[in-house]
Structures are given as C-alpha cells and as structure tokens.
C-alpha cells in the first residue's frame, strides 16, 4: 500500500479512537469442480476506520469491497488474519446489536409497506413497542418516507430510490453506532443519489461511524472523511483526500489576449479554445498577474484546482495494468 499519511496525521489517528480494525485479513476461494483452483479475493488487508468518521472504501467491480464487508460482518469467514469492530473480535452477538447494515442488492417483503416492514425489522431486534412507535416515524422522516401515502403503500410498489431509502431506515432501525453500506447509490437517478448522500450526511451529524462501499467517486468526494483504494483484492492506498490527492495548490488560469510564446513562459498545458487561453500556472500568482500588462493580455480568472479523485483513481489503476473490472 502506497504510504500517503505524514507523522503528524499518524500521531492524531493515535488518539482517535478505532471502531473498525484489520491486520493482515485475507479470503481465498476454492473453486472448480473439484475444488483445487482457488482465487485470492482480499489479499492481506490492514486497514483502520475511527469514531465518527465517514470511510469510503473504493474500486472497480470484482475488486473484494464486498468480500472485506461481509467478512467485518462475520457473513463470510476469513482465510486468515484478524479483525474487530467496536472493539469485540467479529462475528461477536453482541457487537452485532450495535451495527447496521444495508447490502447491495437488499431483499424486501414486497407485500409489507414501509412501516410494517420496520416493525418487523424492529421485532428482530426486539425492540420495545413504545420505542418502535418513536423510532419508525422518525426514520420515515429522516429518509422521506414520512407521508401518508408512502407509508400505506406496499414495498412493490416502491421506486429503486425509495427501497433504498427504506433499506436505510432498516439498517438505522436498532440506532447502531456502526453502519455500513455496500454501493448505497447504485442504480439510483442524481435525485436518488442526492437523497442518500444527504441522508449520510445527517448521520454524520449525529456522530455516527460510517462505512460504505462504492464506486461513484464524485458522490464519495463529497461526503467521505477518509477512503481506501481496494483493486485485485490489494489495498493500494489510503488516507484523506488532502493527503491522497494534495491540497488545492494548483491556478487554473484563463487569458483573453497575449502571445502563446510570452504565456508558455508561465503557463503549463497551454490551449487556445473559444477566443481563450486555458492553462496552470506555474510561478507566482503576483508576479504572473503583474506581467499581463506589458504581454497586453487580460486575467479572466485564476482559481485554486487539484486533480479529482477519478483522475487520481483511474491513474493508480492504470499503474498497475488494471484496465477493466473483472
């Protein structure tokens, strides 16, 4: 794994308090009719997720983001290697009662509506009657699910983005500590998305610990604390976006006027588009914007940039010969 924190952000983690630990955890698979080719899906994973953070667990498909969550979820047992959430090995019953979870393709009871299906999901939990009858409306509220109409009507009936949102609200149902998501907005519309995210958002506010697989990246950009990069079952970097991607220290700069030979001076990756010249600035801001007179041009503007996430993520995959998901 690429080393992208610096000593002062090891020595912050060191007093921060980790929810969610791995050391060296590994899964193989056997496969074939005789069961004698095996497949290597998460390959000595160590990673560390803190209280109240929200983590964002990246890669193309077939990379093992799901293998690495149901694993912490005690779903599929480990080849090898060790982990804990909340600090009880997992699988732990009790840790369990303090988690939530939406996977990525959810199964509903189609003939229930929404608030019965929370009152069967809040039965499992076994949670009190006179809890439940404030806890489900507030969770219709917090995912838009609060109306009338949408409480009597049965999960069939459901839009993509409202069985996601109600997946949300089961996942929230025993007011865990811990949530996690695999791909919460997969297939959704930008409306649906939006939804979710802001949804993620208010459980942030609450200080909760979130922890979702995806890989829409501009969706992760938004909300997401701290990310980690999994390709070929193999974390390959992790870290802030400050620290993975660098501070905002790049001016993208537009030009109207001036000579192209004058501009290459101070400008990289100059292009002439539109009547424009477009390009990052090399030198000093001041001294740049104190030479545009005498190349007569004119400063049209000049805005600190950073390379996305996508751009960042496509390069390290390509890297690394990966060129398509499995």
Request: hydrophobic share 40%; aromatic share 8%.
């Amino acid at each position: 794994m690429d080393s992208v924190t610096d000593v002062s952000t090891q020595l912050k983690e060191t007093e921060r308090t980790p929810v969610v630990q791995t050391w060296n955890l590994r899964k193989v698979y056997r496969t074939g009719f005789w069961l004698n080719q095996t497949i290597e899906s998460l390959k000595a994973c160590d990673l560390s997720v803190y209280q109240g953070e929200t983590f964002g667990l990246l890669g193309p498909n077939g990379a093992g983001k799901t293998t690495l969550l149901k694993m912490l979820l005690g779903i599929v047992r480990p080849t090898s290697g060790k982990a804990v959430l909340l600090g009880r090995p997992i699988g732990d019953r009790a840790c369990k009662q303090r988690i939530g979870y939406l996977p990525e393709n959810a199964y509903f009871y189609d003939f229930l509506t929404g608030w019965e299906f929370l009152e069967f999901i809040a039965g499992v939990f076994q949670i009190p009657r006179s809890v439940q009858k404030k806890r489900i409306p507030e969770l219709l509220d917090l995912v838009g699910l609060a109306t009338s109409a949408a409480k009597k009507k049965q999960m069939r009936q459901y839009s993509k983005g409202m069985q996601q949102r109600i997946g949300m609200a089961q996942a929230l149902i025993n007011d865990p500590e811990l949530v996690f998501l695999d791909e919460p907005m997969s297939g959704l519309d930008p409306l649906g998305r939006y939804q979710v995210r802001e949804i993620i958002v208010s459980l942030q506010k609450q200080g909760k610990t979130i922890f979702f697989n995806s890989h829409i990246l501009s969706d992760v950009e938004q909300i997401c604390d701290r990310i980690a990069i999994l390709a070929r079952g193999e974390i390959i970097c992790m870290g802030s976006l400050d620290e993975i991607l660098g501070r905002a220290d790049i001016y993208q700069v537009v030009i109207k006027g001036g000579q192209e030979e004058e501009l290459q001076e101070w400008l990289t990756d100059l292009t002439w588009e539109n009547g424009y010249w477009y390009g990052q600035l090399k030198g000093d801001p001041q001294e740049f914007v104190a030479t545009l007179p005498r190349m007569n041009a004119q400063l049209l503007s000049l805005n600190l940039a950073r390379a996305s996430l996508e751009d960042y993520f496509i390069r390290q995959l390509k890297e690394r010969g990966i060129t398509s998901s499995r």
